[in-house]
């Protein structure tokens, strides 16, 4: 039976959670970030480490508040469509995608092979906005969208993360994933890029059973929210 002090200590942790890749960035403005994975047994249970650390690449302006499973209203910038920030809250990892026909050895995300007709529509008149579809199947009403399969090797692995998809707002930001990371220094346009070895290795870990959350935060709000959000 789950105690008063565990629902109390939820925040906007999901209590079925049990796996959290913390980010943390030295500010709003910093366009890089370390990811820590942790694991808890259950709700109410403490957060310990597992892996190693990995240093990410952020948005080229940074982070701004997304659309999650965090309250809005909290002090910080806000994140809007074609702004160059990632989003910072909390956000489920729900699926991945990837230029094989089938998830990488260990993949335990629900998989989609990302086709030469597979998008993600990042324009806000869409009513496909924030989504994955495949061209050759709807009828196109955008200008602007994500080709999943670049000619590089940057969405080779990606994550999808659950940003402004619950419902998706008109300009609050779209098609932000976690993925391979051009050479150190680099930014990305608002996601979260990882070099390839941890990527793969980020796959291999998370386990939807576990409901995988993304806790991205400069290092500030971290310590403002720790006890309230009930992080490691």
Not at 13 to 20: G, K, T, V, Y
Request: hydrophobic letters at 40%; one cysteine or more; proline letters at 8%.
């Amino acid at each position: 039976m789950l105690t008063l002090l565990a629902l109390l200590l939820a925040g906007p942790i999901p209590l079925e959670s049990r796996q959290l890749a913390l980010s943390l960035s030295a500010g709003w403005d910093a366009g890089e970030a370390e990811v820590r994975r942790f694991e808890r047994l259950g709700p109410g249970e403490p957060w310990f480490p597992v892996g190693w650390p990995m240093r990410t690449a952020l948005g080229r302006s940074g982070l701004g508040w997304g659309r999650g499973l965090h309250a809005a209203g909290l002090q910080g910038p806000l994140k809007r469509e074609g702004d160059g920030r990632a989003p910072a809250g909390v956000f489920d990892l729900r699926r991945s995608t990837g230029y094989a026909a089938s998830a990488p050895p260990g993949g335990r995300l629900a998989y989609r092979q990302a086709t030469s007709s597979l998008r993600c529509v990042d324009d806000p008149r869409s009513r496909y906005y924030n989504q994955l579809v495949d061209e050759g199947a709807v009828a196109k009403d955008w200008t602007s969208a994500e080709d999943m399969r670049r000619e590089d090797d940057l969405y080779r692995l990606v994550v999808w993360v659950g940003h402004n998809d619950a419902p998706a707002e008109p300009g609050a930001g779209s098609c932000i994933f976690l993925h391979i990371r051009r050479p150190a220094p680099s930014t990305t346009v608002g996601c979260t890029a990882f070099e390839a070895t941890d990527m793969e290795a980020l796959l291999r870990w998370l386990d939807p059973a576990a409901r995988p959350v993304l806790v991205q935060l400069p290092s500030a709000a971290h310590e403002a929210l720790r006890r309230e959000w009930g992080l490691p």
